[in-house]
């Protein structure tokens, strides 16, 4: 059985659009506070010491969402992470927004990549943080 990391964040005022639902562009600024959040808590890795003396950055590849409900001002949404494929460089992630009575609001595939920022080109994860990754990863069916 694999982790999934978890947490929560507020729907605030400056998420939402004149509705009082989340702008959907908010949910992508969500998106990378939850990546940011995993790797500062879970991986060892914070953004802070990887973009700085790391010299590397994750930026997305790919990305795919689907938006099942909207969220409102004032909502508390979790946020789930899993790994569902871990390679060298590359990992691709699933990832769940579900409101307060756990109704899925937002569901992402995506995939990033680690790079060397100063060729902007991949590089391997290092060890540590791979062997972090596989806690989350999703055992094949």
């Keep these: 059985m694999s982790d999934v990391f978890r ?8 998420h939402c659009d004149g509705a009082g639902i989340v702008f959907y562009p908010r949910y992508f600024e969500m998106l990378n506070d939850l990546i940011e959040d995993w790797f500062g ?11 700085g003396e790391g010299r590397a950055g ?4 790919e990305l795919e969402c689907r938006f099942l409900a909207p969220s409102r001002l004032g909502e ?3 946020r789930e992470l899993r790994v569902l494929k871990l390679g060298q460089s590359s990992f691709t992630l699933a990832i769940r927004f579900a409101g307060p009575h756990d ?3 937002m569901e992402v595939t995506q ?5 060397d920022t100063g060729a902007i080109a991949p590089q391997p994860l290092p060890e540590a943080v791979r062997e972090a990754m596989a806690r989350y990863l999703v055992a094949a069916a």
Aim: net charge positive; aromatic share 8%; glycine share 2%.
């Design 103 to 105: 109704d899925t609001r």
């Design 111 to 115: 995939r990033l990549v680690c790079v």
């Design 7 to 14: 947490n929560t964040v507020l729907v605030r005022f400056k």
């Design 76 to 78: 508390v949404l979790t």
């Design 58 to 61: 994750v930026p997305t590849a």
């Design 41 to 51: 808590e879970a991986l060892g890795w914070p953004f802070d010491a990887m973009h």
